[in-house]
């Protein structure tokens, strides 16, 4: 088994994509890391084991030879903006409020 490290705002889902080519396989990834779970952040600072056969060979590839890390976990700032600033008062209208 190979390890790799986390990049930043990566989550076990981002992983699963990156490494097996869907996130159907994120239970195979927690089976192989019992320190991790489903619901906490990873850690930078964390290697993950990784080794099996990718699910989606194809996906693997795209994200490889183009050197994409997918990264969708929210951030500390982004956390904060959506618990505080969300709803209609903070919509601009044809901005992120869009009338058809």
């Given at each position: ?35 991790f ?5 990873i ?58």
């Amino acid at each position: 088994m190979e390890t790799i490290k986390p990049q930043e705002n990566q989550n076990i889902f981002d992983l699963s994509l990156q490494e097996y080519g869907s996130i159907e396989k994120v239970f195979d990834l927690l089976e192989d890391n019992d320190q991790f779970n489903i619901t906490e952040d990873i850690s930078v600072y964390q290697d993950l084991k990784i080794g099996r056969e990718a699910f989606k060979k194809d996906i693997v590839e795209y994200y490889n030879s183009r050197n994409l890390k997918p990264a969708t976990a929210l951030t500390e700032e982004e956390e904060f903006l959506l618990d505080n600033f969300s709803g209609i008062d903070y919509m601009i209208i044809e901005d992120d409020f869009i009338i058809y």
